[in-house]
């Protein structure tokens, strides 16, 4: 122990105020009582450090978690939802990963096997955003997007099954999309990515049309049915 040294920094138990020099042996900030012959009722430098480093750890490992945690829930958003917002938030969680782990590295904890489980820890936090991105997220995103298909499709022919059954009982489809939603009693059906189906009549044939913007690879994605198509099919248009 250097406590008997006079030039050594020393430092409140309590509130880590510096306590080197004071005549008092009374800490100013919290008014906790020291004996300068006494190590046990005082911080020196050494120790100061040591605490330093472990709440400096500390919060790079809980910024290493909190990111990653983050970057998971862009990544399921992502996989989704698709779209440029969500691919530049990976973007910027890829970053903060490789920024929170590099801290983490650098940052001085004490030798040996913690020194270097952390190492490793920070090395798999650097490691699975480029895992998500690359290495889960394409081979997921098309059986995602061929499902979503599946699921539009299916919604659409429901809804024509509805019209044509409107039509056997009232002799013509409904108007509007207004007298289809009465008919219904609730709101038109949306596609598997959340955009509503669209329905004009004109009399004699009517359209469902769906739009959506939010698929993958910056594509946007047009559902087309028209009661006039002597092939009465759906047509999926993308562009
Ligand atoms: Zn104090």
């Not at 056997?168 to 219904?184: C, Q, S």
Request: with cysteine; aromatic share 12%.
């Amino acid at each position: 122990m250097e406590a008997g040294q006079p030039t050594s920094t020393i430092r409140c138990l309590h509130c880590r105020y510096d306590l080197t020099g004071l005549v008092e042996e009374q800490c100013p900030e919290c008014g906790r009582a020291f004996r300068r012959d006494d190590p046990t009722t005082f911080m020196n430098s050494g120790q100061f450090l040591s605490s330093f480093n472990r709440r400096v750890r500390g919060f790079g490992i809980a910024l290493v978690k909190l990111e990653l945690l983050g970057f998971s829930g862009i990544f399921v958003f992502w996989l989704w939802f698709g779209g440029f917002i969500a691919i530049t938030l990976m973007f910027v969680g890829f970053v903060l990963a490789l920024v929170t782990g590099a801290v983490l590295m650098m940052t001085g904890s004490p030798p040996g096997a913690i020194r270097r489980r952390e190492k490793q820890y920070a090395l798999l936090a650097m490691l699975i955003p480029p895992i998500m991105l690359f290495g889960i997220g394409p081979p997921t995103v098309p059986v995602l997007e061929r499902w979503r298909n599946e699921v539009t499709i299916h919604r659409m022919e429901a809804l024509i099954a509805e019209i044509e059954a409107f039509r056997r009982i009232h002799g013509r489809f409904p108007r509007d999309e207004a007298e289809l939603l009465t008919t219904r009693g609730k709101a038109m059906p949306k596609s598997a990515w959340g955009d509503e189906l669209d329905y004009h009549c004109d009399g004699d044939s009517f359209v469902i049309t769906c739009w959506t913007a939010r698929a993958h690879n910056f594509l946007a994605m047009i559902y087309a049915y028209d009661s006039r198509d002597p092939h009465r099919g759906i047509v999926v248009e993308s562009f």
